[in-house]
């Protein structure tokens, strides 16, 4: 078994869960918007098993590609629970239950980075 970069993994799912709540803010802000379909970003586990292969700069002057940047991450077709007269797809129930997984994911993220911190500081003092 390989190391573990805990520190790196909580960070990338910190920056993909800012990139589902942006997608989460914008389905409601849109909840009244004529043919507006609903999207919703790819699971986590897909989008960081899928961004373990790293481009490399090999010039200052190249521009890297960051798997989990908001426009890299793809936003597909939320399947829809109702669909209005107007073609809006958005359902606020849906997204208030996401941005409270969003909340509870970033919480339990910050709570275990804590506690690695707080165990690689006590291991480190003696």
Not at 8 to 33: F, G, H, Y
Not at 119 to 124: C, F, K, R
Request: glycine fraction near 6%; proline fraction near 5%.
């Amino acid at each position: 078994m390989g190391p573990i970069y805990l520190f790196d993994i909580a960070s990338q799912q910190a920056r993909w869960l800012s990139v589902r709540q942006k997608t989460v803010a914008e389905n409601v802000s849109n909840a009244n918007t004529p043919g507006f379909k609903a999207s919703e970003v790819a699971p986590f586990e897909e989008v960081f098993s899928n961004a373990s292969l790293r481009m490399a700069a090999t010039d200052p002057g190249h521009l890297g590609l960051d798997p989990l940047a908001p426009d890299a991450v793809a936003a597909k077709d939320d399947g829809a629970w109702e669909v209005t007269h107007s073609g809006n797809s958005v359902s606020l129930e849906k997204e208030m239950i996401k941005a409270g997984e969003v909340n509870r994911s970033y919480s339990l993220n910050t709570s275990i980075v804590k506690a690695f911190s707080q165990m690689l500081t006590a291991s480190v003092k003696g």
